[in-house]
């Protein structure tokens, strides 16, 4: 099957200013960007006044957390914002290594438990993946999941013994295909994350030229920070800050993390990533007060709901009227009538304070909800997405008809400081040169054929790996991602 996409303004994903040409694609691959009009091609698309550009790279997606891998392989609401290319195994867990026992850990982000997987290895997770998906996949190996499966109480520090046996399990896990390896801080059940394992683990990721990405907690930031410089490694490590919020640490400064960023990309190298929008995802568990962390989730529940916790708890929760807070996601089907609702709507429904309400969502959710929140500095937010060593990411990418990376690029009308390119760079080709995803995030001759053609900033067509999956705003059922193993 070949493709013929004619006369539309191309931003192959590198940064350079646009060119208005044609591309050829055949073979699942790119096979001829130029001027010329004379290829014969299967079908044919004008492109006039079109914007051409690469399929967008999310290495921040949730999809293995919230099984949609498994119970919704088309992924419409990810594909239909551009994303072709979506990095799992965040935040310090990963589906694989996969063990009973791991599994509780991903359990508490959704209710469908009742997924098979075959094999417990990285390599027949990708191998269950390939093909049977949209979008293209690739995973991190989660910290916390090989802690699982070498200690019986992963929040204590391992012994010498236990040490070699993770590091032993992570280097298998990378050798079979994992893109690096992930530490997580935002969403623990521990009150204090030990903040030294990042001087034992990342060291693993660089000795096999991989990324180590650490997700710092949301309240707790310029501590996280602090941290992460103290024990990180002297130098030659690649580093990814995730998942960066400017929401709940009031001491959070575009000065702090800029200079942090830039003094730790010193000896390493160093990026950070943010979600672009002025509401931002927001899981339950970064809305609680460290106090308020349990052993696991119901103990937490049950501090959460404690009588004697309550004045205390209520003035943490009253505060967060500023952010406007308003259901994104709940796992649990028997309450998904609140997605899309303000915790203020819900608590005049109530007839509630405004905190009780938004514990009332928690409770019900079994603190599997996400929320949007409104940036209350979106002078802080907007500088940081020009900062150059900010990348993108697109969290639990949702059709809700508002905010899309296609309206994030339509702003560059309103602000001159960030160009068009500029911001395609960064959802694109910067990703995946970072995580070593090859042939991927630019269009450029050989590399596979992601493609996204906007009008007016509306996806019209889809391609991921050649193949025609969104045609004028239609999605065709069909699956055609790869599980994708890291290349430098």
């Known amino acids: 099957m070949t493709t013929l996409i004619k006369n539309g303004l191309i931003y192959d994903g590198t940064g350079g200013k646009p060119v208005q040409k044609n591309i050829l694609i055949k073979n699942g691959h790119i096979a001829k960007i130029d001027s010329v009009f004379s290829h014969k091609a299967d079908e044919s698309i004008d ?18 957390k919230s099984f949609s891998l498994f119970w919704d392989p088309l992924q419409e609401s990810v594909i239909r914002q551009g994303i072709t290319t979506q990095i799992v195994g965040n935040d310090g867990v990963s589906f694989a290594p996969f063990s009973k026992k791991s599994l509780e850990f991903t359990l508490p982000h959704s209710a469908r438990s009742s997924m098979v997987h075959n094999g417990n290895s990285v390599k027949c997770f990708l191998k269950t993946l390939h093909g049977t998906v949209s979008t293209n996949i690739g995973t991190l190996v989660g910290a916390r999941t090989i802690k699982t499966l070498v200690s019986e109480d992963e929040s204590k520090e391992l012994n010498s013994k236990e040490k070699n046996y ?3 399990l992570t280097k298998t896990a990378l050798f079979e295909g994992a893109f690096g390896i992930s530490i997580g801080y935002g969403h623990t059940t521990h009150e204090h994350a030990p903040y030294y394992e990042i001087a034992d683990f990342a060291p693993i990721a660089e000795s096999m030229k991989r990324v180590c990405v650490i997700h710092p907690p949301a309240n707790a930031i310029a501590k996280a920070f602090e941290e992460i410089l103290r024990f990180s490694p002297k130098k030659g490590v690649n580093m990814e800050i995730s998942h960066v919020l400017t929401l709940l640490d009031s001491s959070f400064t575009q000065k702090k993390i800029t200079s942090f960023i830039e003094t730790l990309s010193q000896k390493n190298n160093v990026h950070m990533d943010i979600v672009p929008f002025s509401r931002v995802p927001v899981h339950a568990r970064e809305l609680l007060p460290p106090w308020a962390f349990g052993e696991n989730d119901r103990e937490t529940l049950k501090t959460l709901t404690s009588p004697s916790r309550k004045g205390r708890l209520m003035r943490t929760f ?4 500023k952010f406007k807070l308003s259901v994104e996601g709940i796992a649990d089907p028997a309450f998904q009538f609140f997605e899309g609702k303000s915790i ?16 009332h969502v928690m409770n019900i959710s079994t603190l599997r909800a996400y929320f949007l929140a409104l940036s209350p500095n979106s002078t802080l937010h907007g500088r940081l997405l020009g900062f150059p060593r900010t990348l993108y990411t697109w969290g639990r990418a949702r059709d809700s008809g508002k905010e ?12 001159d400081s960030l160009t068009l390119e500029r911001k395609i760079e960064k959802m694109t080709s910067l990703p995946a040169k970072k995580f070593g995803i090859a042939k991927r995030g630019a269009l450029i001759e050989g590399n596979y054929a992601d493609v996204v053609v906007l009008k007016d900033f509306n996806l019209e067509h889809l391609f991921i790996n050649g193949v025609h999956i969104i045609e004028e705003g239609e999605i065709r059922k069909v699956f055609p991602g790869m599980a994708l193993t890291p290349q430098r």
């Not at 009253?318 to 009227?321: G, I, K, R, V």
């Not at 296609?406 to 602000?415: G, Q, Y």
């Open 47 to 64: 492109a006039t006044g079109a914007i051409i550009m690469p399929g967008i790279v999310d290495v921040g997606s949730y999809a293995d």
């Open 166 to 168: 993770f590091e032993h």
């Open 318 to 321: 009253n505060a967060f009227q």
């Open 344 to 359: 203020s709507s819900i608590a005049e429904n109530r007839g509630s304070s405004y905190g009780e309400a938004l514990l």
């Open 404 to 415: 899309t990376p296609f309206s994030f690029l339509k702003s560059c009308k309103e602000n």
